[in-house]
């Protein structure tokens, strides 16, 4: 290098260049091969070699049956790692500068910390943290700092006082958060549903994301009528009221969690069609993709390296807005009765306390204080990514 | 080439999707296992009778007998000439029950929409003028409660509050009462401000960041400098260009709102109006009700996305047809 601050500069490894441009997989691509191909090998072995009711992780002694929603779990956090986190470690330059940027709305570092742990308690708990048992006896016990009239509770485990209007159970350390009319420990009901809302936010990213690009970019490369037909069919689906569109489908067909989750995902992704779609047709006019067309960069290594880059900080803005909408849905259906009564979710829980809810208002209180910050959270988030993804974008609202 | 042929366009448009959505409907439903046959097999199976035979008498009662295309022609024709069926359930036609929950689902729309369209601009606006101040702060924290927080917990939080522990409104909803009594002004004050802080966020927060954008334009500077006050300035020079971006959001929120929470909060506040009346069909598995009420949604959807666009364009005088 010609100057000694190479620091201002990014050093340029020429042989890795060179050697990148052949057909060489990158570190990303082959981690996600090497993880993906053994969850495949997994799932055709839970479906070719075990039964229906055979738990997969038997032959290691885990007494634990993988769902489909597992699966598809498994291989959004794959991809996840791989093509979020991992690129933000290889990148120290330009992720110590987003977070300059992000750094400074402090309700988003607050919101970030906050789903963050949501993301981690909600993946970790549930694997530490064995199902909360019914047990009729410790039913409605109050949160700690609360006290409910003792006829409620069968058997109150924490302090019984007299007040003015007879005997008073109140809270205690057995239970932080208190039971359920079926006396489960609403805590650990919570971090259970803390799961339930990261399957729901990530699977629905997966398919958002994944649908909405290629379509976006397919109609921007074929033009003419592929386009035509393609756009229009977003117009349709745009006008589809979603809401009503699940309840006819689970009228239709009924179905669970997993249904859910896919069709929350195939019901919402014309709005990133549409914008890659877009940004593809005004990104092509741009001089560095037309410097790369010249090198003689192919079609796919165009979109993969250029457009699509270039379209994730409003692919994630669009996400932070679909995504709470489809944790508010999952509630919605759970609140109705229509929702996937084996699921923990936040919303089962809600809908169970709602005859409680005039004795003991915490059952429904707690997981809705907890979908309300979510989706605050998710709000504000999605602010601060636009700002620090999209400097143009602060300096035209300012 | 001018506006009307734009117009005519869009309303051509907006026929095409709801035929398409009203096939996908019969599609999706006629592929699904029909719950009055699959209940007359199950009684039949009970009562000793053969399940077979229950299922083809069924099935030609229904009409399901019919090859498909006839069916499907049959279905559209019905659709379009408003014959949507008969209720079983409900033992009246479909578009009369779904007329009876209409009635009681614009009573609380018309106030909620008229509402939302006077406040949103004016917090907005109000907001953007004082903006960065702790008035701005105070406006946007109101406005991302509104939002965040799920329409119908927080109905059934006011509902706890208001009508259990203070007893101000009445906790069951009362069909007798005249629509223009206070009795029914009441008990519909807290469905209409739980639905109108849930769409007044979104749309706030366009105003403000659209108003913004004007406040320190030139032709604001202009009006400033030829001594127009401050009033009409906000009201005639910041709104016009404001409410264009502002309309479709509006439309858009209300629409979204309407086709979703507005359902729950009739659950909540078991107001008998369209979204209850779509809720229970689905529990008591009328198939044409659940049918005529998604329809109808179907149909204020397309409309509403129909008007949003037109709105636009109408109100814009800057847009040129030419091109579009």
């Known amino acids: 290098m010609a100057t000694d601050k190479s620091s201002r500069f990014d050093n340029v490894d020429w042989e890795a260049v060179t050697a990148d441009s052949g057909r060489a997989l990158s570190t990303n691509l082959l981690g996600t091969l090497l993880c993906v191909v053994p969850l495949i090998a997994l799932l055709v072995y839970d479906f070719v070699a075990l039964g229906q009711y055979e738990d997969t992780f038997a032959f290691v002694g885990i007494g634990y049956d993988v769902t489909q929603l597992d699966w598809l779990f498994a291989l959004s956090l794959i991809l996840f790692v791989f093509y979020a986190l991992l690129p933000l470690y290889q990148n120290p330059r330009i992720t110590r500068y987003y977070w300059r940027e992000f750094k400074r709305n402090r309700p988003a570092v607050v919101s970030l910390a906050f789903l963050t742990f949501v993301f981690v308690v909600g993946l970790l708990g549930p694997i530490f943290i064995s199902q909360p048992e019914i047990d009729l006896v410790t039913q409605y016990q109050p949160p700690i700092g609360m006290s409910v009239q003792n006829t409620y509770p069968v058997q109150c485990l924490g302090e019984v006082t007299s007040g003015a209007s007879g005997q008073l159970c109140h809270g205690s350390l057995a239970h932080p958060l208190g039971t359920d009319s079926r006396g489960r420990d609403i805590l650990v009901m919570l971090i259970y549903g803390m799961q339930v809302t990261v399957k729901i936010a990530f699977i629905t990213s997966l398919i958002v994301i994944t649908i909405g690009t290629a379509v976006g970019t397919v109609a921007a490369y074929s033009g003419g009528m592929i386009d035509e037909v393609l756009m229009r069919y977003v117009d349709v689906q745009q006008s589809f009221p979603t809401f009503i569109a699940y309840l006819l489908i689970l009228y239709a067909y009924g179905g669970g969690l997993f249904l859910f989750i896919v069709l929350f995902g195939t019901f919402a992704w014309e709005g990133t069609a549409r914008y890659v779609r877009s940004n593809a047709l005004t990104k092509s006019e741009d001089e560095f993709m037309k410097s790369a067309e010249l090198t003689g960069a192919s079609t796919y290594h165009i979109i993969t390296r250029h457009l699509i880059p270039n379209t994730a900080s409003s692919i994630i803005t669009i996400l932070t807005l679909l995504v709470p909408g489809f944790i508010l849905a999952e509630a919605q259906l759970a609140f109705l009765g229509l929702g996937d009564p084996t699921a923990p979710s936040w919303g089962q829980l809600l809908s169970t306390g709602r005859d409680a809810l005039p004795y003991a208002p915490w059952i429904t209180l707690m997981p809705g204080f907890l979908i309300f910050l979510t989706i605050l959270a998710f709000n504000f988030l999605g602010d601060a990514v636009l700002d620090a993804l999209n400097p143009e974008a602060q300096a035209e609202s300012e | ?324």
């Open chain 2, 1 to 324: 080439m001018g506006l009307e042929w734009y117009i005519a366009r869009r309303v051509a448009w907006a026929f095409v999707v709801t035929f398409i959505i009203i096939s996908v409907t019969w599609g999706l439903l006629a592929a699904s296992p029909n719950p009055q046959v699959s209940n007359a097999v199950r009684s039949a199976a009970m009562n000793g009778d053969d399940p077979a035979e229950a299922r083809e008498i069924q099935k030609k009662r229904l009409g399901l007998d019919e090859p498909l295309t006839k069916r499907y022609v049959d279905y559209m024709v019905s659709v379009y000439t408003l014959n949507w069926g008969w209720s079983q359930t409900r033992s009246q036609p479909v578009t009369e029950a779904v007329m009876n929950g209409l009635y009681y689902t614009v009573q609380y729309s018309i106030p909620w929409t008229i509402l939302v369209i006077l406040i949103s601009p004016l917090i907005g606006i109000y907001s953007a003028a004082n903006q960065y101040s702790w008035k701005d702060h105070a406006a946007t924290g109101f406005a991302f409660f509104g939002y965040a927080i799920p329409n119908f917990f927080f109905g059934i939080i006011l509902l706890l509050i208001f009508g259990l522990q203070l007893g101000w409104i009445p906790i069951t909803y009362n069909t007798d009462v005249g629509v223009f009594s206070l009795a029914n002004a009441r008990q519909l004050a807290i469905p209409i401000f739980v639905l109108v802080t849930g769409s007044i966020g979104g749309t706030m927060r366009v105003a403000r960041n659209e108003s913004a954008e004007f406040i320190n334009a030139d032709f604001v500077k202009t009006a400033l400098a030829k001594g127009v006050s401050p009033f009409r300035i906000y009201a005639r020079h910041i709104m016009r260009p404001t409410m264009v971006p502002l309309s479709t959001t509006v439309v858009g929120q209300l629409l979204a709102l309407f086709t979703g929470a507005s359902l729950l909060v009739e659950v909540v506040f078991s107001i008998p109006g369209l979204g209850r009346l779509l809720f229970r069909s689905i529990l008591a598995q009328d198939t044409s009700i659940v049918l005529g009420t998604s329809l109808f949604f179907v149909f204020i959807a397309t409309i509403g996305n129909l008007i949003q666009d037109l709105v636009y364009t109408v109100l814009d005088p800057r847009i040129s047809f030419s091109d579009r």
